[in-house]
C-alpha cells in the first residue's frame, strides 16, 4: 500500500465511509468514494497539522479527486493523542 511504503507507520486504518454519503454528492454507486485514513508515523513528529495532511496526499498520488470523492485524514505522531 503507498502508505506503508511512504511512512513505515506504526497504525493504519483505512475506512471506507461511502455507505454514510449514498445519494450525496460525490456518491458514484461504486461504494469506494469516501474514506478516512488514520495513520500514526514518526514521520509527522513536529510537522503541522496540515503539513501532515499534504504529506499523505502526495504519497496517495492521483488517487484523491479522481478516484476518491472525499478523504478525511487523522494523521498523528506516536504518542500523541
Aim: proline share 4%; charged share 20%; hydrophobic share 40%.
Amino acid at each position: 500500500m503507498l502508505l506503508r511504503a511512504a511512512f513505515s507507520p506504526t497504525r493504519l486504518a483505512v475506512i471506507n465511509d461511502s455507505g454514510k454519503h449514498h445519494g450525496h454528492s460525490g456518491d458514484d454507486g461504486s461504494g469506494e468514494s469516501h474514506f478516512t485514513v488514520e495513520i500514526e508515523a514518526a514521520a509527522f513528529a513536529s510537522v503541522s497539522r496540515l503539513e501532515r495532511q499534504r504529506m499523505v496526499n502526495r504519497a496517495l498520488g492521483n488517487l484523491p479527486g479522481q478516484r476518491v470523492h472525499a478523504l478525511a485524514i487523522k494523521a498523528r505522531a506516536p504518542g500523541e493523542g
